[in-house]
Nanobody, 126 residues
Framework: QVQLVESGGGLVQPGGSLRLSCAAS????????MGWFRQAPGKEREFVSG????????LYADSVKGRFTISRDNGKNTVYLQMNSLKPEDTAIYYC???????????????????WGQGTQVTVSS
């Protein structure tokens, strides 16, 4: 089993920054790819960013490219999402996800992940 706990969400003004963290525990040695997804009220969950185990592969949704940066520290079993230049449309619950699959295939799809965190709220508003 793997447990994921997100933190770092909150209320920020447009143009501001936040850094989300996702701490993994349990069978962390079995984690390969990790990702961030978000879900806004009344909308479907959408992919935000993903990162391979070695951090050699990073992916971003077009809507966040150039503003968000994903990174991970395997020694600390933690993945981060640095969010800059935040916009009101970034408001959502942000979820961390972990994949136990060796091949980082279809990382933009939620079904490619095996474990999920409980989410952290990000609100961008003046």
């Amino acid at each position: 089993q793997v447990q994921l706990v997100e933190s770092g969400g909150g209320l920020v003004q447009p143009g501001g920054s936040l850094r989300l963290s996702c701490a993994a525990s349990g069978r962390t040695y079995s984690i390969y790819g990790m990702g961030w997804f978000r879900q806004a009220p009344g909308k479907e969950r959408e992919f935000v960013s993903g990162i391979s185990r070695s951090s050699t592969i990073t992916l971003y949704a077009d809507s966040v490219k150039g503003r968000f940066t994903i990174s991970r520290d395997n020694g600390k079993n933690t993945v981060y999402l640095q969010m800059n230049s935040l916009k009101p449309e970034d408001t959502a619950i942000y979820y961390c996800a972990a994949s136990l699959r060796v091949l980082f295939e279809q990382p933009t799809q939620g079904r490619s992940y095996d474990y999920w965190g409980q989410g952290t709220q990000v609100t961008v508003s003046s």
